[in-house]
């Protein structure tokens, strides 16, 4: 059982930066992979970035390529998400979720997670 926290969420203008953070108890943490996804008002869950539990693997969505950057510290049993660059349309819940899997692969599907944090709202103003 793995239990999750983000933080770092809040209001920031167009084009600013955040870096959301979430902790993790439980479980042995260095041995999951780690996802963050985002829920906008009306709209699906979907997935923003993932990474490995070595972090040797990186995943991104389209939208955020080249503006985030997904990271962990499995000594802090924390994964961050450097958000730059934001634009209104990121305005979202964020939630970090945690999976087993004996592969590199990164998933991009909820329902591939087990673990979720309760999200963090970012707010990108125009």
């Known amino acids: 059982q793995v239990q999750l926290v983000e933080s770092g969420g809040g209001l920031v203008q167009h084009g600013g930066s955040l870096r959301l953070s979430c902790a993790a108890s439980?479980?042995?943490?260095?041995?999951?992979?780690m996802g963050w996804f985002r829920q906008a008002p009306g709209k699906e869950r979907e997935f923003v970035a993932g990474?490995?539990?070595?972090?040797?693997?990186?995943g991104y969505a389209d939208s955020v390529k080249g503006r985030f950057t997904v990271s962990r510290d499995n000594a802090k049993k924390t994964v961050y998400l450097q958000m730059n660059s934001l634009k209104p349309d990121d305005t979202a819940v964020y939630y970090c979720?945690?999976?087993?899997?004996?592969?590199?692969?990164?998933?991009?599907?909820?329902?591939?997670?087990?673990?979720w944090g309760q999200g963090t709202q970012v707010t990108v103003s125009s």
């Open positions: 439980g479980g042995t943490f260095r041995s999951v992979h």
């Open positions: 990474i490995s539990w070595s972090g040797g693997s990186t």
């Open positions: 979720a945690a999976r087993n899997s004996p592969f590199m692969r990164i998933s991009s599907a909820n329902s591939d997670y087990s673990w």
